[in-house]
């Protein structure tokens, strides 16, 4: 059997000197043991595109995937949340699921609506109805009495001072689908099983600034309070875990990873609202336009033009002049998209948008904000490089994060509104433990794609041509490659949309958690 313990966001800045301290005494032994290193993430680092490598051992070009939304080519006001059926690759469970082997799968991200696999399944985030809709039907009602309904969020959101309840419900969260975990795998053992964590992520976007003496908005009176919590909910998941694999058949493998790090943030950069001063992006013309833009350019302003105008944000995508605008931008890290009319001279454009984004810099200091420009190639190749952005962004080593909508307000660089002091980094981490496993092994070079081709070679199934994801072959004790197969088909390109409710039902919760803004 293969266990798989997914931390989403965990890193080994935070992991390392926990374990050198004795607070993390399994996952310390796993390493010791068995074979870890950092496991390099997608581009950009979020969690959807980067899941979705994970499970085709694809780059986004590959799958189709570059946010939590999307939209048609051309129409950028016209923006949905992805699910599932957007991606167009076969996932590795259903290569398993095809050789007889049997899954189950609890609360990986961008699994709703659930696939047919050969097990069981409980999607995860951007499920509407927090894994209701599982496949089969009704997989984890029938423990719901003694176990508690199955959670996939949290049920107490962050906010500035309710830390100790939102802790509180983070450990609850942990506690419970753990605990359906090891029901599942007692009542219903599986070859391969994975249990998702996503509390690891929230709890890092929301809390790092209670224990980072160095952010800019650490408070040192909260964080005697709240400056363990990461740790301790590490800790809670170290015991879990002990637990799970007590429970493991004899010869069993566990592998144990992230789909990126973490790190601080700082600010948030409105591209957007920089394309509008750049010229790059036009608002279309009148006087209501005018004075919303006027008004969305003080925090004070702001608030009072939202009531005045009956407007979550004043200005969107549908105040944009398309046929005159060159350039915006749309998702977490800066990914920035051409239109028509910037098509028409790419270069000139693309000098432009450099321009500019040379231009930002740090407040207070006046220093140039780092700013790294990536073309779209550097996502990896693949039939649906052109479904995303024409650049990445890196913004001062990702310590500064875009607005993933139009803007939060009128300022360029801004605070984040719902209180993030944690962003993603580019790497996460692996670690692999049991028989054909090095013993006691660093693993240098390990990318998220190539866990899909050596999950299947760890559990005898062939590995199909044309992944972009190669076998780990560094962290076997026999590393000769075995059988290979065609592809299975991929996916038909998904026909329609979720529901309008329940796409507003994830938006609402994503903007609830931080991973969006409305």
């Known amino acids: 059997m293969l266990l798989l313990l997914a931390l989403d966001g ?28 950092e496991l390099a ?72 609506p659930p696939r047919p696999v050969n097990g ?78 996503l509390a690891t992520d929230i709890a890092q976007h929301k809390l790092w600034r209670h224990m980072d003496p ?39 493998t566990t592998l144990v990873m992230s789909d990126h790090g973490f790190g601080p943030q700082q600010q948030t950069a409105n591209l957007n609202i920089l394309f509008l001063a750049s010229g790059l992006l036009r608002l279309k013309p009148g006087r209501g336009t005018t004075l919303r833009r006027a008004a969305a350019r003080h925090p004070l302003t702001t608030r009072l033009g939202q009531r005045l105008w009956q407007r979550e944000k004043l200005l969107d995508f549908a105040d944009v002049d398309w046929p005159n605008s060159r350039a915006y931008a749309l998702g977490h890290m800066g990914q920035v998209y051409l ?7 790419p270069q000139a454009t693309l000098a432009a948008i450099t321009t500019a984004l040379h231009s930002l810099r740090q407040p207070g200091t006046g220093q140039p904000l780092a700013v790294t420009i990536l073309p779209a190639s550097a996502a990896g190749p693949g039939p649906y490089q052109s479904h995303g952005p024409d650049l990445h962004l890196i913004l001062d080593g990702y310590r500064t994060v ?14 984040q509104r719902l209180g993030d002091s944690g962003h993603h980094r580019a790497n996460g981490i692996f670690i692999a433990h049991g028989p054909g496993i090095r013993p006691g092994h660093k693993l240098a070079g390990a990318r998220l794609v190539d866990l899909a081709p050596t999950i299947l070679h760890l559990l005898g199934v062939p590995i199909p041509t044309g992944l972009d994801g ?47 803004e409305g």
Do not use: K
């Open 214 to 252: 160095a952010h800019p908005w650490h408070d040192p009176a909260q964080a005697a309070r709240f400056g363990p919590a990461i740790r301790e909910l590490f800790q809670q998941i170290d015991r879990a875990l002990a637990d799970l694999l007590a429970s493991l058949p004899p010869g069993s």
């Open 120 to 197: 069981y399944l409980i999607p995860g985030l951007l499920s509407p109805d927090q894994g209701a809709t599982c496949y089969p039907a009704g997989v984890w009602q029938p423990y719901a009495s003694e176990l508690g309904p199955y959670r996939l969020t949290p049920a107490a959101l962050y906010r500035p001072g309710q830390e100790a309840a939102f802790i509180a419900d983070l450990h609850a969260l942990t506690r419970t689908q753990f605990a359906y975990a090891r029901r599942l795998l007692h009542d219903r053992p599986v070859d391969f099983f994975m249990l998702h964590i």
């Open 470 to 516: 190669h076998l780990l072959s560094g962290a076997l004790l026999d590393p000769r490659p075995g059988p290979t197969q065609p592809p299975l088909p991929p996916p038909t390109d998904p026909a329609t949309t979720l529901p309008a409710s329940e796409q507003a039902e994830i938006a609402a919760r994503l903007q609830a958690l931080g991973y969006m």
């Open 402 to 415: 875009a607005y993933p909508m139009f803007a939060a307000d009128g300022r360029i660089l801004t605070a």
């Open 339 to 345: 239109t028509p009319p910037g098509r028409a001279n």
């Open 41 to 112: 993430s997608t581009l950009p680092p979020v969690t959807a595109p980067a899941w979705a490598s994970f499970m085709t051992g694809m780059h986004p070009a590959g799958h189709g995937l570059y946010d939590f939304f999307h939209h048609p080519a051309g129409q950028p006001q016209n923006i949905q949340m992805v699910h599932s059926g957007h991606i167009r690759a076969p996932l590795f469970w259903d290569y398993l699921s095809a050789a007889g082997r049997t899954v189950g799968i609890l609360n990986v991200p961008v699994t709703h």
């Open 10 to 37: 965990a890193t080994f800045d935070l992991l390392t000197p926990w374990m050198a301290a004795g607070y993390l005494p399994t996952l310390a032994r796993l390493v010791a043991e068995g074979t870890a290193g």
